[in-house]
């Protein structure tokens, strides 16, 4: 047997081998595993767009009356007005701006009518329940016991009329004196009952003019419109002395902390851009500077405007309010702020014996020498705008007893005369 026989049976006799052996374990191939693949591209970690936009208020609401009436006071646009702040426990901490007011002179009288209705009910409720507890008692205990005198006579007369002693008329007499009596009880029982359903009548009227006092005090508390929310109030649409109905728009207040940026983008950047993602917000100063804040994507617009073909996106920005500083070496503490330069006019009213300069009443103020004014100094640096700081000095008045409204009641003038005519040009200086 040369070589090459011996190799093919030792081959054989391995393959033989095998195949009368048991299984061995079949190896188990694994499934491969999911993968998301990108396509490789050149991008720009650290690209910005740079877009202008408009500033707005981000809501706005137009506010009117629950009640129908007179304006006596309505609050001036611009003002920064606050709403009512309460405790966990409801103790208010702060009262709310009121930003407008009702004559409540009819909602008044409309409470004190209800209150007198109330009063005369109560006092009709008292003198039925007294006669309840005391008169019918007394009243009944009269009629029993006429009742029962009656009975015995008309017992008594009976017998006597079965054995002949009496005449007819004699029993007739005592019978229809016991059903008299008997009858006089029954009718105090049903007065009795008639009164307690009266009773009942009466508290649920007491009940139902209770309910219409509260309407009544809650139409007089109606007659002060105040701040629902923290806001500056952006327009007015009456004025003091006009008649508004129920539900008629008075003012518009708008929230002004957040403020709405609206900026308009194209589609690429708003799949970039999610709700709350934090933007840079550049706002330019009027020396030049550069303000920065952070605003956050409050809504992107799921439509792009067809005449433009871009997208209207919302921010929201907290909003502050600058407050100019004094200049330098003005010590704050010696710092007061005013929103109103006076000038003082002359009135020719029939209410005045003589023309004679009057003044808004805000701008006369009181100490222990009297009255007094603060004249501007510099009104003339002040006007062309060359500062903002006024230079004032107090320069004593003599005030008036009467006062002109005017607007309503939004300014009141009076009548001033200055002790010291040479301290103040009623043609040039001004009054803080």
């Not at 408009?54 to 611009?78: C, I, M």
């Not at 709350?276 to 439509?303: F, N, Q, S």
């Not at 009135?347 to 007094?372: M, W």
Request: aromatic share 6%; charged share 25%; hydrophobic share 40%.
């Amino acid at each position: 047997m040369n070589d090459w026989q011996r190799l093919l049976l030792v081959a054989a006799t391995g393959c033989l081998l095998n195949g009368c052996g048991g299984r061995g374990e079949q190896p188990v191939a694994k499934s491969p595993r999911p993968v998301s693949t990108i396509t490789l591209a050149t991008t720009q970690p650290n690209r910005s767009d740079h877009l202008s936009g408009t500033v707005e208020a981000w809501k706005s609401e137009k506010l009117g009356f629950e009640v129908a009436g007179r304006v006596q006071f309505v609050v001036e646009p611009e003002e920064d007005v606050w709403p009512v702040l309460e405790s966990a426990e409801g103790e208010v901490l702060r009262p709310g701006t009121v930003l407008a007011r009702l004559d409540p002179a009819r909602y008044l009288l409309q409470v004190e009518s209800i209150q007198a209705k109330i009063d005369a009910m109560q006092q009709n409720r008292t003198a039925v329940q007294l006669e309840i507890e005391r008169v019918i008692p007394a009243e009944m205990d009269g009629a029993q016991a006429e009742r029962t005198f009656a009975e015995g006579e008309y017992k008594r007369n009976k017998d006597l009329f079965e054995r002949s002693v009496i005449p007819k008329t004699d029993f007739d007499r005592s019978l229809a004196t016991f059903q008299s009596a008997d009858a006089k009880v029954r009718q105090i029982m049903a007065r009795e009952q008639a009164k307690r359903a009266e009773m009942a009548s009466l508290a649920a009227q007491i009940k139902e003019l209770e309910q219409a006092l509260n309407d009544a005090r809650r139409d007089v508390a109606d007659c002060e419109l105040v701040a629902p929310f923290r806001g500056q109030v952006a327009d007015v649409q009456t004025i003091p002395g006009g008649y508004v109905e129920r539900g008629t728009p008075v003012l518009t207040l708008q929230m002004m902390d957040p403020i709405k940026v609206q900026v308009q983008v194209s589609s690429e950047t708003t799949r970039r851009l999610r709700y709350r993602d934090r933007v840079e917000i550049h706002v330019a100063k009027p020396d030049g500077g550069v303000i920065r804040r952070e605003g956050l994507v409050y809504l992107v617009a799921p439509v792009a405007d067809p005449a433009t073909r871009t997208f209207p996106v919302t921010l929201l920005v907290q909003n502050e309010k600058l407050v100019t500083q004094p200049p330098d070496g003005v010590d704050p503490a010696n710092l007061a702020r005013t929103r109103d330069v006076w000038e003082v006019y002359t009135a020719d009213d029939p209410a005045l014996s003589e023309p004679a300069p009057v003044l808004e009443t805000r701008a006369i103020h009181r100490d222990a020498q009297g009255h007094y004014v603060w004249k501007v100094n510099n009104w003339e640096q002040v006007a062309r705008k060359e500062t903002g700081l006024l230079n004032v000095t107090k320069v004593r008045v003599e005030r008036g007893t009467i006062e002109f409204p005017f607007l309503g009641g939004l300014w009141r003038f009076t009548p001033i005369r200055f002790l010291n005519p040479d301290d103040f040009d009623l043609t040039a200086d001004r009054v803080a």
